[in-house]
């Protein structure tokens, strides 16, 4: 048998390496949108189940299976003012596979806590702002007070005795107590928890006579009358609470404060896994459907862009720098 040799020229070989090159580069865009999600897609909740990172959640899930085509599970991984969740997902392969859904404590724990195991800007990657809710002063039934300035009158009476139940060190509930004590000249306890749940918990059971809670999971609980609300540190009224007045009402102009929620990814999250989960959570806080139940939780929609996140979280650690100095807290 004979074996004939064919000698391709130059000018060949390079169409034919061309035109590989080519069909390689035109696969790489259909092999890429198959590649994510090809299983389940973790969120992580650093909080307790039941408060509002837990809520928030379960909201977006429906939108994000639809729009991703795999399930979308929570996992509750609580503790250290939601340091604990934080950490697993700082640590968890940037595969789209395992997110984070946190809150405005977030950003604002490295002015309390040197000692985090992680960076909130070098080890994170934003992907969307769900919420943003407003908090509300309010204090046991049992405590004799009515307004913002008998509260005040009540705790200078007794320095250092009345206590704040907070989410924990770091927390939201923490840093605008602290401001609260600093602006009015009082002093009180700080009472940490490992949830907003169980801080409101004690509220309600008379343990603790007073916290900030966010007005979306407060609502509920000042309209049954487990908790009196004293003022909200919206901007103006709430439509959800038009009778509470607010903090500027009653004379404090530049006391205003709102606690997002938003979702997370580790570092070297790839921008397209950020722009499709991005897209689906804006579908979802577009709907009719969406601004009706925030409405009905006392939620306003942030949504955006990844950057937007970014800034935020920017500009809130900056203030809670600014309370920690001004209020004289040691971090920890």
Do not use: C
Request: aromatic letters at 6%.
């Amino acid at each position: 048998m004979r074996f004939i040799a064919v000698t391709a020229g130059t000018n060949t070989l390079s169409l034919i390496a061309a035109a590989i090159g080519a069909l390689g580069t035109l696969a790489v865009p259909a092999q890429a949108q198959q590649a994510w999600p090809q299983k389940p897609v973790r969120i992580i909740v650093p909080f307790g189940a039941g408060g509002s990172a837990d809520t928030m959640a379960r909201l977006i899930i429906p939108t994000l299976q639809e729009g991703l085509g795999q399930p979308v599970l929570v996992e509750i991984r609580s503790g250290a003012t939601g340091s604990i969740g934080a950490d697993h997902v700082a640590r968890s392969a940037p595969d789209g596979y395992t997110l984070l859904l946190t809150s405005g404590a977030f950003a604002m724990s490295p002015a309390l806590n040197t000692k985090l195991p992680y960076d909130i800007f070098r080890d994170f990657t934003p992907i969307i702002g769900t919420s943003n809710a407003p908090q509300v002063l309010v204090v046991h039934p049992s405590v004799p007070v009515k307004t913002v300035k008998d509260l005040v009158a009540f705790a200078k009476q007794r320095p250092g005795e009345l206590g704040w139940a907070t989410a924990g060190i770091g927390s939201t509930g923490h840093m605008t107590g602290s401001y609260f004590a600093g602006l009015v000249g009082i002093s009180l306890n700080h009472v940490p928890y490992k949830s907003n749940p169980a801080a409101g918990a004690d509220v309600i059971g008379g343990h603790v006579p007073l916290m900030f809670d966010q007005l979306s999971t407060a609502s509920a609980h000042i309209r049954s009358g487990k908790f009196r609300a004293l003022a909200i540190t919206s901007p103006k009224r709430h439509p959800l609470l038009p009778e509470i007045p607010t903090m500027a009402e009653v004379g404090f102009p530049t006391f205003t404060t709102s606690i997002w929620l938003g979702l997370l990814g580790p570092a070297k999250l790839p921008r397209d896994i950020v722009d499709k989960v991005n897209a689906e959570v804006n579908r979802y806080l577009a709907t009719p459907a969406a601004k009706e139940r925030f409405t009905q939780l006392g939620l306003d929609v942030f949504g955006g862009t990844p950057e937007a996140l970014g800034s935020r979280m920017k500009s809130d650690l900056a203030a809670a720098q600014k309370t920690v100095q001004i209020a004289g807290i040691k971090p920890q």
